[in-house]
């Protein structure tokens, strides 16, 4: 069987090299690029993100990666967003007090945690949906955290009954209930590093490149 392929984008946020150890571990060919064409013909499109944000859209936009990202969905491929790669696929953020507009493709908005302690950096629980594939035997496992900001309302409540597919959220709690990962079709993302999360983060990871 040949190995998925697997892009991972880069547009300068934070060090993406342990994301492309991390896929070649589990068996993908990994290319490390934002070129259109790459982006558009691999199996599977990573998305990570590190930092603030509003610094992370900017520079998105400036590879012209939410187009990009919009046409993979559209077509079906599939798509992993990480960290702050998650968080940009929800409507908004309200990090450093200011409106930041993200991709919509989810409702939501990313808050600042309600905890004593921010960031909320280290290994925490996770409470995954039945019948989860991403955490297909790995539900009652840690992952590894690093955020001070996250999406904390459910958006299959705020989208409400519809024709379309809901995302389906798994939740974690530090000071509060937050969104720790979504599976919505071709979209899946984790608040957490499965790159760093150990043996928990490669299976993870493995059973989303079933997916691909």
């Known amino acids: 069987m040949q190995a998925p392929c697997v892009t991972v984008l880069s547009y300068g946020s934070g060090n993406v090299r342990s994301a492309v150890r991390a896929l070649e571990r589990v068996g993908a060919q990994v290319t490390l690029t934002h070129d259109p064409g790459r982006v558009a013909e691999a199996d599977g499109l990573v998305v990570p993100g590190v930092g603030a944000f509003g610094a992370v859209m900017d520079q998105l936009r400036a590879v012209d990666a939410p187009r990009l990202i ?7 491929r599939p ?7 998650m968080q940009v696929m929800f409507d908004r953020s309200e990090e450093h007090g200011s409106a930041e ?17 921010v960031p909320h950096m280290g290994w925490s629980q996770v409470r995954p949906p039945r019948d989860s594939v991403l955490f297909d035997g790995v539900a009652e496992e840690r992952f590894y955290f690093v955020h ?46 499965p790159e760093k999360s150990g043996d928990a983060g490669a299976q993870l990871l493995r059973n989303w490149l079933t997916t691909l």
């Open 70 to 76: 919009e046409q993979r969905l559209a077509g079906g």
């Open 79 to 85: 798509v992993l967003g990480i960290c702050v790669g």
């Open 101 to 117: 507009e993200g991709l919509g493709q989810w409702p939501g908005t990313v808050r600042r945690l309600q905890a004593d302690i």
């Open 148 to 193: 001070s900001y996250a999406a904390t309302e459910d958006p299959a409540e705020l989208l409400g009954p519809g024709p379309t597919r809901l995302p389906r959220a798994t939740w974690a709690t530090h000071g509060q209930d937050f969104i720790a990962a979504v599976e919505n079709g071709a979209l899946c993302a984790t608040q957490f590093h």
